[in-house]
T-cell receptor, first 115, second 115 residues
Framework: DAGVIQSPRHEVTEMGQEVTLRCKPI?????LFWYRQTMMRGLELLIY????????DSGMPEDRFSAKMPNASFSTLKIQPSEPRDSAVYFC?????????????FGPGTRLTVL | GEDVEQSLFLSVREGDSSVINCTYT??????LYWYKQEPGAGLQLLTY?????DMKQDQRLTVLLNKKDKHLSLRIADTQTGDSAIYFC???????????????FGKGTHLIIQP
């Protein structure tokens, strides 16, 4: 399997622009997670889906952030409008129910820079 | 609320043992994890421990859990240059709560290997 795929790997944009980050989970996984990593706050859970349905979005910082999962093999995280404080590395991870522990498989991340 | 604390840096000599420590606050955590992040990459699960265990050994890795003090440690024996990375402690309910949940991570410990 190719692992979790994220695109783009790097994104540089100007304040006010819309940014869309994409994720393809591992085939057969039924959970998908979006995390954000910054030096100040470390890794934060933004939102997660089970079978394409959002389960917990309490970590989404504000209404400028939205996430969708239209099917089992694709998810997007959108920021509109973007702000410099959104600069971070955004990780997507997926996991499969069936184990008692929660091993999440992470993608390589998208490094977002908002100027 | 949930909180996971780790020291930010640890420097050890090649061949020595590394001990990375972590404290957590959520007494309902079912599983505790150690993830490794190499430069420019996503996180990868190293090992995990169930909350009713005191110790788990996996080749060069030894995990110790003191549930009373909410203290978790990771010992890496015979530390090599390839062990240089950021190590994250994380907690979750696992699947015991009827579904997966997101992981709560510490800020990560940078392990620096001196020749």
């Amino acid at each position: 399997d190719a692992g979790v795929i994220q695109s783009p790997r790097h994104e540089v944009t100007e304040m006010g622009q819309e940014v869309t980050l994409r994720c393809k989970p591992i085939s057969g996984h039924d959970y998908l997670f979006w995390y954000r990593q910054t030096m100040m706050r470390g890794l934060e859970l933004l939102i997660y889906f089970n079978n394409n349905v959002p389960i917990d979005d309490s970590g989404m910082p504000e209404d400028r952030f939205s996430a969708k999962m239209p099917n089992a093999s694709f998810s997007t995280l959108k920021i509109q409008p973007s702000e410099p404080r959104d600069s971070a590395v955004y990780f997507c991870a997926s996991s499969k129910r069936g184990q008692f522990y929660n091993e999440q498989f992470f993608g390589p991340g998208t490094r977002l820079t908002v100027l | 609320g949930e909180d996971v604390e780790q020291s930010l840096f640890l420097s050890v000599r090649e061949g020595d043992s590394s001990v990375i420590n972590c404290t957590y606050t959520d007494s309902s955590s079912t599983y505790l994890y150690w993830y490794k992040q190499e430069p420019g990459a996503g996180l990868q699960l190293l090992t995990y421990i169930f909350s009713n265990m005191d110790m788990k050994q996996d080749q060069r890795l030894t995990v110790l859990l003191n549930k009373k003090d909410k203290h978790l440690s990771l010992r890496i024996a015979d530390t090599q240059t390839g062990d240089s990375a950021i190590y994250f402690c994380a907690e979750s309910m696992g699947y015991s709560g009827g579904g997966a949940d997101g992981l709560t991570f510490g800020k990560g410990t940078h392990l620096i290997i001196q020749p």
